[in-house]
């Protein structure tokens, strides 16, 4: 397949977030190789120190990260477009917090996850046995109501790697439990991250599934194409097939400057 000319890869790791590797520096070049106009990086936000210390950047080190992404901005101008983002939690109860860090810097982009049900990381290979324990329906009713409530939180510009529970194989058995959560993110004017990480994991497919775009397409929704690279081989994985299979279902490949939607 051919890669579409124009196209950003808007979900990309640091090693700040303890679980990555390559500088900002070396993620930009692989973008560059790979035929990519730009590279947007949403490192895991700082959170409060209570919350998934191992697995993010502190808030000390949050000017370093804001500080190599602008080095690699400037060391890449005129041949590839660099962008300031973050993939912030969807957390109750720590919302202040996550909109006093978002106002802390001119972010270009900001994408809203829900990682964790209650104190479980559900998609951390750790704590994979926990499916065991749970009811699957009852699983999905709870992440969707939290991925409604981040999309309604007004904090966030797209809602990241919607079915994320997926991601070891445990599949969403009653599909119309994505809706209420579609309907938020129209209403509220946002975007849906088309994350092809899935390709990489047990599910073997984007995160969402298809049937969760053809919804989204209904209702006027628009997609943001990021691969979740950790490394720098991952940099716009699979873009060409993620990019052909949007077309086709009729979905608008979007990217954001200033968190505003920017458009063809």
């Known amino acids: 397949m051919t890669l579409p000319a124009g196209l950003f890869d808007s979900h990309t790791h640091t090693p700040l977030c303890q679980h990555a590797s390559g500088t900002p520096t070396e993620l ?21 120190r209570w919350y998934d210390a191992p697995w993010r950047m502190s ?36 919302e202040r917090f996550v909109e006093r860090i978002l106002s802390s810097y001119p972010f270009d982009y900001v994408i809203g996850s829900v990682h964790y049900l209650g104190a479980w ?12 324990e749970r009811d699957l329906t ?20 797209a809602i990241g790697h919607l079915d994320l529970p ?12 994505a809706h209420a959560t579609l309907e938020a993110v129209a209403a509220e004017g946002l975007a849906l991250d088309y994350n092809t990480a899935g390709w990489r994991k047990a599910v073997a497919e984007p995160y969402p599934a298809q049937d969760v775009v ?31 299979t949007l077309h ?17």
């Open 28 to 48: 930009a070049q692989a973008a560059l190789e790979a035929g990519l106009a730009g590279i947007v990086f949403t490192d895991h936000m700082p959170m409060p």
């Open 59 to 94: 808030e000390a080190q949050l000017p370093l990260y804001v500080e190599s992404v602008l080095a690699a901005r400037e060391a890449f101008a005129g041949r590839l477009e660099v962008r300031l983002g973050l993939e912030a939690d969807y957390h109750p109860g720590t």
């Open 121 to 132: 990381g559900f998609d951390n290979p750790e704590f994979v046995h926990e499916y065991e």
């Open 138 to 157: 009852a699983l999905w009713r709870s992440y969707y109501a939290l991925t409604e409530a981040a999309a309604r939180s007004g904090l966030f510009d």
């Open 166 to 177: 997926k991601k070891f194989g445990h599949r969403n058995p009653q599909p119309d439990l």
């Open 214 to 244: 053809l919804e989204a397409v209904r209702l006027g929704i628009p997609f943001v194409l990021g691969s979740d690279a950790h490394a720098p081989g991952e940099v716009g994985h699979r873009f060409a097939e993620a990019a052909q």
């Open 248 to 264: 086709d279902a009729g979905a608008q490949i979007v990217t954001f400057r200033g968190r505003e939607v920017q458009r063809g």
